[in-house]
């Protein structure tokens, strides 16, 4: 069995105001092994996206830690990579010189990194229009772009906050699907947070059911489906899909009702 890339151990978090203290996180253990896809649900505001910052260590918890165990043996903390829900694309400037951003920045515009980004444009369909402007893509090549910006950077550890929730319906089932093909093609450890059970049954190895707030785990799911083929409803058709969802919305309401 993979160890855990990432193993949080107790993890507790408050947000101290003016107007007082609002613990979000309350002793929070999971663990994530590599290259595994996990998704994180639960009621709103219940301290997903706080999680998500302690996990790609913008805020430090209060109590409890992550212990990290890369199966490469290299030390430190997993290279992260975000993707939200806004591509943030700059419109000034080309698809070619917006997926190289990141690299500009960090002053990691050597020739091997330039010869994987036009590598990962070629690969995933954008070689064509790497000199046109991100207005002038779709949606989905959109996100692709976003995508390729942050895996310019080699991340070993992706995280996705609810970056697919700004696309309509079906735009959002081809986009997810394709952008987690990617991802898991390229051997990445994913933790994505949604609010649409769909979507985490649909492409996550597990699913993560929080409590409401201060949030613990619940329940962890761990899911697998019987795919037919690649299409992006595959998922949906897959047999044991409903149990799997009907599972997690029945979790999910009995924290809303509690
Ligand atoms: P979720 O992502 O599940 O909707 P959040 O992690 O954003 O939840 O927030 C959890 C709780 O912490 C909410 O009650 C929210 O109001 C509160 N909170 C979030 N950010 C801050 C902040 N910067 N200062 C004070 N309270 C915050």
Not at 63 to 71: F, Q
Not at 206 to 221: D, G, M, Q
Request: aromatic share 8%; net charge neutral.
């Amino acid at each position: 069995m993979k160890p855990y890339l990432l193993e949080l151990k107790n993890i507790s978090y408050s947000y101290h105001t003016l107007h007082g203290e609002t613990k979000a996180l309350n002793n929070i253990c999971f663990g994530v092994k590599e290259g595994e896809f996990i998704a994180i649900v639960g009621p709103s505001g219940c301290g997903k996206s706080t999680l998500l910052s302690i996990i790609a260590g913008l805020i430090k918890p209060e109590r409890g830690t992550i212990a990290v165990n890369k199966s490469d043996g290299t030390l430190g903390y997993p290279k992260i990579g975000y993707m939200l829900q806004k591509d943030h694309l700059f419109d000034w400037r080309s698809v070619y010189q917006n997926v190289i951003l990141g690299l500009e920045i960090q002053q990691k515009l050597t020739k091997e990194n330039i010869d994987y980004v036009h590598e990962l444009l070629n690969e995933y369909g954008l070689g064509a229009f790497k000199d046109k402007r991100p207005s002038e893509l779709s949606g989905g090549m959109k996100q692709r772009a976003a995508l390729i910006r942050t895996l310019a950077l080699k991340p070993e550890l992706l995280l996705l906050d609810e970056a697919f929730s700004a696309l309509d319906y079906q735009t959002r089932l081809i986009v997810s699907a394709d952008i987690c093909n990617i991802i898991r093609k390229t051997g990445k450890t994913m933790i994505m947070i949604t609010h649409d059970l769909s979507e985490a049954v649909r492409l996550a190895d597990r699913v993560i059911i929080l409590t409401s707030r201060p949030a613990s785990v619940k329940i962890e799911v761990p899911i697998h489906l019987t795919l037919q083929d690649t299409s992006p409803v595959a998922a949906m058709n897959a047999p044991e899909f409903s149990d799997y969802f009907n599972l997690i919305w029945k979790e999910l309401n009995d924290e809303k009702t509690h």
